[in-house]
């Protein structure tokens, strides 16, 4: 599956954005997809994960109650709302996908997030 990540942009602290992960060539059928980031000079992060199938959600602590992940089965693209953004939130923001419960193998390109204070 490859996978598209968009939605990425420059916002002021206190902001908010949504990403979006679309999947070309088929569908996010049996799938879990993720969202992970790489701040400069920081290892990768995992933030939040869906379960196509189920819908059922996992979050990082570190982004827990400001950040939301979800799905649209019509558009075929999970989503990640992004709330009360803070300047160490910038990072190159990434969607993966895994099958069932496998590693995740496929990822996107990631989507630059830049939050100034």
């Known amino acids: 599956v490859q996978l598209q990540a968009s939605g990425g942009g420059s916002v002021q602290a206190g902001g908010s954005l949504r990403l979006s992960c679309a999947a070309s060539?088929?569908?996010?059928?049996?799938?879990?997809v993720g969202w992970f980031r790489r701040a400069p000079g920081n290892e990768r992060e995992f933030l939040a994960r869906i379960g196509w199938n189920s819908g059922r959600t996992g979050i990082a602590d570190s982004v827990k109650g400001r950040f939301t992940i979800s799905r649209d089965k019509a558009e075929n693209a999970v989503y990640l709302l992004m709330n009360n953004l803070i300047p160490e939130d910038t990072a190159v923001y990434y969607c993966?996908?895994?099958?069932?419960?496998?590693?995740?193998?496929?990822w996107g390109q990631g989507t630059l997030v830049t939050v100034s204070s």
């Open positions: 993966a996908a895994a099958l069932g419960a496998t590693q995740f193998a496929y």
């Open positions: 060539g088929r569908t996010f059928s049996n799938y879990v």
